[in-house]
């Protein structure tokens, strides 16, 4: 199966639909996404967040066109989030594949990514490479990705030297970092000198402050979320490191996330079938007042499928880290070594 169709599979049982609709409606209006790639694509360093914006701490959101309460109050699960649960309660041995396909399909509408993440198949990601940078062991390559609605975002490509066709652990970063930043992270160097490459995409309004906030209130106002559009991001990453870099293994890749870059790459565990497992080292409620101010992570269509989400059963191996930057490199490159097949050096 080819990663187009490998990562359509789930969008397409949520979608109900035979093909990509050729233009979302949640992003005809695209200027809250494109915003993102202002000035947080020149990653000049983390800005503040603005007292004056409530943002999350706004008490409600229209979502999906039903207001919801955004506040301590548990928000009261759904049917459907009920039934989930009891089929992922079932032992392993007694869940069947249309538990899976159930879960999946309600964590693409969850995040509001039914026809944007259906679309990820027809899309182009136009990808300019920088001149290669000679490091200790390894090249960087800087990248700039390009998407006719998404807009623009950058990444960092590091690969080993003297290495054939080595696998790729894409390593989503956190607030306040770069990818050139992920990169030099000790895991990411660790990876790097077991013969892994690491590629980097900036996850983008991470070091805007407040923005951040703004552009995800506007997103859920649409429909979607911006969790829903760095899935989306990351899947078309994930198509172009397979398809277009032959000196890369790209159908060998694991996701390393670091903080707010848990949430795509635990999000991907679950919907990439091609992933090979994915390390994380946060684990979110989705909710507005666990981490008031941060935008990303309130997402209510998947507050109320958490412990599915972090539960066992997932396609691919999941493993939750104390900090995906500095975790003891060994046994950490270890594990994702293993998922990958690939040996030391």
Do not use: K
Request: hydrophobic letters at 45%; aromatic letters at 6%; glycine letters at 12%.
């Amino acid at each position: 199966m080819t990663r187009v169709r490998a990562v359509a599979l789930a969008v397409l049982l949520a979608s109900g639909c035979g093909g990509p609709p050729a233009t979302p409606p949640e992003l005809e209006s695209s200027d809250a996404v494109r915003d993102l790639s202002g000035e947080d694509a020149q990653a000049t360093g983390p800005t503040h967040l603005d007292p004056e914006h409530p943002g999350l701490l706004l008490p409600e959101v229209e979502y999906f066109g039903l207001a919801r309460t955004f506040g301590p109050p548990t928000v009261r699960r759904s049917d459907l989030a009920v039934q989930l649960q009891a089929a992922w309660d079932r032992a392993p041995a007694q869940r069947t594949p249309g538990d899976l396909a159930a879960l999946r399909a309600a964590l693409v509408s969850g995040m509001g990514g039914v026809s944007l993440l259906a679309s990820v198949p027809g899309r182009t990601l136009q990808v300019e490479r920088g001149p290669p940078r000679p490091g200790e062991g390894w090249t960087d390559t800087p990248l700039l990705l390009r998407e006719t609605q998404l807009g623009v975002w950058s990444a960092v490509l590091r690969a080993p030297v003297g290495v054939a066709r080595p696998p790729v652990v894409v390593f989503l970063h956190g607030h306040g970092d770069t990818p050139q930043d992920a990169v030099e992270f000790a895991v990411a160097t660790a990876l790097v000198r077991a013969g892994v490459a690491v590629f980097a995409p900036q996850i983008r309004a991470f070091m805007d402050g407040s923005r951040e906030s703004q552009v995800s209130w506007a997103l859920l106002e649409r429909g979607t979320s911006l969790v829903a559009v760095h899935v989306a991001e990351v899947m078309l990453a994930l198509r172009w490191l397979a398809e277009s870099n032959p000196q890369l293994d790209g159908r060998r890749v694991a996701l390393v996330g670091h903080s707010g870059g848990s949430v795509p790459a635990v999000l991907l565990g679950w919907l990439d079938d091609d992933v090979r497992g994915a390390a994380f080292d946060m684990q979110s409620l989705f909710n507005a007042w666990d981490n008031p101010g941060i935008g990303e992570e309130a997402v209510p269509g998947l507050h109320e499928l958490t412990d599915a989400i972090y539960g066992d059963g997932a396609p691919h191996p999941m493993l939750s880290v104390r900090d995906a930057r500095t975790e003891p490199t060994g046994e950490l490159v270890r594990t994702v070594q293993g998922w990958l097949g690939a040996g030391s050096r």
